[in-house]
Nanobody
Framework: QVQLVESGGGLVQAGGSLRLSCAAS????????MGWFRQAPGKEREFVAA????????YYADAVKGRFTISRDNAKNTVYLQMNSLNSEDTAVYYC????????????????????WGEGTQVTVSS
């Protein structure tokens, strides 16, 4: 069992930046591929970014490519999402997710494939 707790959300003006963190506990964090998803009001949850458990591979949704960066620190059991050049369309609840994997460079972009989810953190971008 893995417990995930997101933090770092808040209110930011358009063009600003935020860094989200997701702290994991319970199992060996480095054996888990990690992802960030978001859900805006009235919309379905969507993929944002994913990172392999090695940290060596990342994958991004087109909507955030070039603006967001996912990274992880396995020694701290934490995954991060650096968000720059935020706009109103980034307003959503952001969730991190974990999936136990065997291979070091697997990235997972499909929400149904993840086993564990955090409670989410709200990001609001004002225009």
């Amino acid at each position: 069992q893995v417990q995930l707790v997101e933090s770092g959300g808040g209110l930011v003006q358009a063009g600003g930046s935020l860094r989200l963190s997701c702290a994991a506990s319970g199992r060996t964090f480095s054996n888990y591929a990690m992802g960030w998803f978001r859900q805006a009001p009235g919309k379905e949850r969507e993929f944002v970014a994913a990172v392999s458990w090695s940290g060596g591979r990342q994958y991004y949704a087109d909507a955030v490519k070039g603006r967001f960066t996912i990274s992880r620190d396995n020694a701290k059991n934490t995954v991060y999402l650096q968000m720059n050049s935020l706009n109103s369309e980034d307003t959503a609840v952001y969730y991190c997710a974990a999936k136990g994997v065997i291979y070091a460079n697997v990235v997972i972009t499909v929400s149904d494939e993840y086993d564990y989810w955090g409670e989410g953190t709200q990001v609001t971008v004002s225009s």
